[in-house]
């Protein structure tokens, strides 16, 4: 590498800017090897960087709430749960990389009653929980599931029902996702689970975890259980 005319502090302030959206995605030890992997170079006698793409983590992995991903569920304090789909998009921005489990589960009814809601994306589990938790407002208690959401969210993440497609790519995954949640003592993935995409006044869009099967359980169903995630 050539080093004439070559400013250290004005290459440690880009590498710093350029990296920076970057940094909570990755521990130190990840961040520092993409630094050195990454492509550079050299225009006007000065290096750049041509190429930086952050590191997707792996089904299976840990998250947690400082936006770092292990496979030490102790690794780091505040642990949210497990990550369940990575999108094979490298492009991917930021709440479109993946899905993180997390390790609590809801059983019983999906609704006290039946009545269609109109709510039935299949692929945007985030908008169709952001339109349940306005009725469950309304309704006052109305879905027990949504009702979980509301009490667990926060301003650093909002927690929502997966809709029918991205129910079914978690279950794809259910061996590796079941492993790492049976280290932390949570809830595996098992039988019918509730999606939050519905199907018809008495029925909602549902996944046999064991095969990844697509179905449709009854809105007031007592063995389906509702399972929660966070977008990353």
Not at 71 to 90: C, I, K, R
Not at 168 to 187: Q, T
Not at 203 to 223: E, I
């Amino acid at each position: 590498m050539e080093y004439n005319n070559f400013d250290r502090k004005e290459f440690k302030n880009l590498l710093s800017s350029v990296l920076e959206p970057y940094k909570t995605q990755m521990s130190v030890e990840e961040f520092l090897s993409l630094a050195e992997e990454v492509a550079e170079e050299v225009i006007n006698g000065h290096h750049v960087l041509r190429h930086v793409k952050p590191k997707l983590p792996e089904v299976g992995m840990y998250a947690f709430s400082n936006g770092k991903f292990s496979f030490d569920a102790n690794a780091y304090p505040q642990l949210l749960g497990v990550v369940a789909w990575v999108t094979s998009d490298e492009n991917a921005l930021s709440g479109q990389r993946g899905l993180i489990l997390l390790p609590n589960e809801v059983w019983g009814s999906w609704h006290n009653s039946r009545v269609k809601n109109g709510i039935e994306d299949e692929k945007d589990g985030l908008k169709n929980t952001l339109a349940l938790i306005a009725y469950s407002k309304r309704q006052k208690n109305a879905l027990p599931a949504i009702d979980w959401c509301i009490q667990n969210s926060n301003d650093n993440y909002q927690i929502f029902v997966p809709a029918i497609e991205q129910l079914s790519r978690i279950c794809k995954n259910a061996d590796k996702i079941n492993m790492a949640l049976k280290a932390i003592k949570g809830a595996g993935l098992q039988e019918w689970i509730y999606s939050s995409t519905e199907h018809s006044q008495c029925r909602q869009y549902s996944v046999l975890s064991s095969v990844a099967c697509v179905g449709a359980s009854s809105k007031c169903g007592k063995d389906v259980s509702t399972r929660f995630v966070i977008a990353f």
